[in-house]
């Protein structure tokens, strides 16, 4: 048999390396853990709130109805406010009720001035004349967009139909500069030709 060799100073602290158990400079130390026999219990939260019924509806009570709807300012007088306007032939405002100002904006039958301020245009007619008159190319690709722009218009899609405007109105404008080009080039070389 072989005799137990004492243990030195370094496996009396637990060892050396990574069988001994040592820390290194970039490791990290655990704890042991005790070990756990038998189920573990895990503790479950649940909320009582969405396992009921919810409460009935009641509505608000009508005594403190006033501070759910206040009341209209002061400068607007207490009248029966008009929200229709009238056919043909009828008076405006109705006979009994003084006119007043009203304390929210009434529709008066005309377009708001917002961001859409009316149809895009189609640029058919001056597509048609820069494809006869200054350049085949690019006045044949601005009347496929005058086209898809009038299509647009016909089903109702506005933004399809502003984006193709602007592509037709920029090729009918590139058109137009060329030809000018083209012409005032071809004018040049005429006369330089015919004077030299």
Known sequence: MEAEQPAGPAEQ???????????????????????????VVVSAVNNAAFEEDPPPYTPPDPKSLHLLYPPFPAAFSQQAPVVFQPGPGGSFPPQ????????????????????????????????????????????VIALVYSYETRAALSRGDVVQANVASKKAQSLVLFSLLFGLFASISWVIYVLVSLYL
């Open 96 to 139: 009994g009720i003084p006119p007043a100002p009203l304390p929210y904006p009434t529709f008066n039958g005309q377009p708001s001035a917002g961001p859409a301020q009316g149809l895009p245009k189609d640029y058919l007619v001056e597509s048609v004349l820069v494809t006869v008159f200054c350049c085949l190319l690019t006045g």
């Open 13 to 39: 602290r637990g060892g050396s390396g990574a069988a001994g158990g040592l820390q290194g400079a970039g490791t990290r130390w655990d704890p042991p853990r005790p070990r756990v026999e038998g189920p």
